[in-house]
């Protein structure tokens, strides 16, 4: 298999679990040198097992911090120039999905959402697109994730969807106002992938099966269905790709069963 992110120095945000960690663990593979964030001290033993299943003799470096703060933008592109002198890729994971009703949906929990989920990946990409355009030579990917809920709403998810219709439309503009940088900026769409962000929706056996029938491919996605098309926005087999968004939900969007 080609190593296609060879020496290229890789930030995932939001890396301890679930997608990120698939991230992570496929970009080793391909040969990046990798910069861990996660938020602290609830994901530090996630993030080591992490770093058990990298390939032996992966260049890293981890920072922590909440996502929702400018200063873990900082931190996250100081670390990387610390340990590495350069950013070639960042992909903007980190994020939150708490499943709550519409009519008492507490104005705390709205605000957590979008701080974490918008504001976050505003902060680490405007952070990031910085260091690209002074590095030599410049440029870089930033792939964000956004969501299937970009495109379509949900009763438990009024706070969530926003947010992600939020950052596809962040690399949209971003992909324009980059480019003469040579900063290319695409989004990524999952549909359901069972992660421990829907683990508790997902036990629901009605629920589940209702999921998985509505989905062409027959199954839910697992977080390396989501990794392998980041791989591919962050390489440069996607050298003419920017303002991209890629659905990866097995067809979800486009049936009506």
Known sequence: MPRLLEDKVLIVTGSSSGIGRAVA???????????????GPSTAADLDSLIAALPPATPHTT??????????????????HTAFSRIDVLVSNAGICPFHAFLDLPHALWQR???????????????????????EPRGGSIVAISSISALMGGAEQAHYTPTKAGVKSLMESCAIALGALGIRCNSVLPGTIE??????????PVKREAMTRRIPLGRLGEPDDVAQPVIFFASDMARYCTGASLLVDGGAAISLQ
């Open 25 to 39: 663990l496929a970009a080793a593979a391909h040969g990046a040198k990798l910069v861990l964030h996660h938020l």
């Open 63 to 80: 920072v922590a911090g909440d996502i929702a703060l400018p200063t873990t933008a900082a931190a996250i592109v100081a670390a990387a």
């Open 113 to 135: 959402v979008q701080d974490v989920n918008l504001s976050g990946s505003f902060y680490a990409v405007q952070a990031v697109a910085n260091a690209m355009a002074q590095q």
């Open 195 to 204: 992660t421990p962000i829907n683990a508790e929706d997902l036990a629901d």
